[in-house]
């Protein structure tokens, strides 16, 4: 049985995959810090291509670099030796990317809120809240491993 969020995301990945889905760019690198400037050059290549408003840019970027590190400081643990995989597609209504680790995942239903009074000072725990502020839809697959991330353009 799915839960109303699971089915939620059933939903929208069957609409997606109905649009006519344009491949851009399909790229994997090691899961080291430094790595993080390939892909958000990566990004920033293909949002400058498909002339992506300067509004909608930075949430697109910032949401994508979030993805990003947290697959490489969480789902590789920071091996080099571990890869990190980010495809972006688009269709008719959305830009689409995909971030995924070969990780075991982690429980997104149930993540601490950042805004909580105990949290604010704490260095990290924002990245998925992050995620959720700039994207417009936000996505787990294989148990966590794998973020969707889907802009309006």
Not at 19 to 34: G, Q
Not at 67 to 86: D, L, P, T, W, Y
Not at 91 to 119: H, M
Request: aromatic letters at 10%; one cysteine or more; charged letters at 25%.
């Amino acid at each position: 049985m799915f839960s109303t969020f699971r089915f939620k995301i059933y939903i929208i990945d069957l609409y997606f995959r109905e649009m006519s889905v344009v491949e851009l760019s399909n790229i994997s690198f090691s899961a080291s810090l430094d790595n993080l400037a390939v892909a958000e050059n990566c990004v920033e290549k293909v949002c400058s291509e498909l002339n992506i408003s300067e509004e909608v840019f930075p949430n697109i970027l910032l949401a994508c670099t979030e993805a990003v590190n947290n697959a490489i400081q969480h789902g590789a643990k920071r091996k080099a030796s571990e890869r990190v995989f980010m495809s972006i597609s688009k269709n008719d209504k959305y830009l689409q990317i995909v971030v995924r680790d070969n990780g075991s995942g982690f429980d997104f239903t149930n993540l601490p809120d950042p805004t909580a009074p105990e949290n604010l000072e704490k260095e990290s725990g924002r990245g998925v809240f992050l995620m959720r502020s700039l994207a417009d839809e936000v996505g787990f697959q294989n148990n966590g491993a794998e973020v969707v991330l889907r802009f309006l353009v």
